[in-house]
């Protein structure tokens, strides 16, 4: 009975790690994706700099509140299987 609790609590805090891990590993992804792309249409099209930047930043923390969200509900599942 007792294994099975600690197990569970384990099962929790790690999937809570590979969690977070994976949500950062994600964003660096995307806002690298987002960073190049931009990059390379401010190259071909500079008169539209201003555009693209704007699109850019909005993209780049929508990406980041996206991110908080993941590692925000990763914490909570960590909480909730080590107060089990």
Same mark, same amino acid.
């Given at each position: 009975?007792? @294994? &099975?609790? @600690? %197990?569970? %609590? &384990?099962?929790?805090? %790690?999937?809570?790690?590979?969690?977070?891990?994976?949500?950062?590993?994600?964003? /660096?992804?995307?806002?690298?994706?987002?960073? /190049? &792309?931009? %990059? =390379?249409?401010?190259?071909?099209?500079? =008169?539209?700099?201003?555009?693209?930047?704007?699109?850019?930043?909005?993209?780049?923390? @929508?990406? =980041? +509140?996206?991110?908080?969200?993941? +590692?925000?509900?990763?914490? @909570?599942?960590?909480?909730?299987?080590?107060?089990?």
């Amino acid at each position: 009975m007792l @294994l &099975s609790i @600690l %197990m569970d %609590m &384990s099962f929790a805090v %790690m999937g809570a790690g590979i969690g977070a891990g994976l949500v950062a590993i994600g964003a /660096g992804i995307g806002i690298g994706q987002i960073g /190049g &792309s931009a %990059m =390379e249409a401010m190259a071909r099209q500079p =008169e539209a700099f201003a555009k693209i930047q704007t699109a850019m930043l909005i993209i780049a923390a @929508l990406v =980041e +509140v996206i991110a908080l969200f993941g +590692v925000v509900v990763c914490f @909570l599942i960590y909480t909730a299987g080590t107060a089990a």
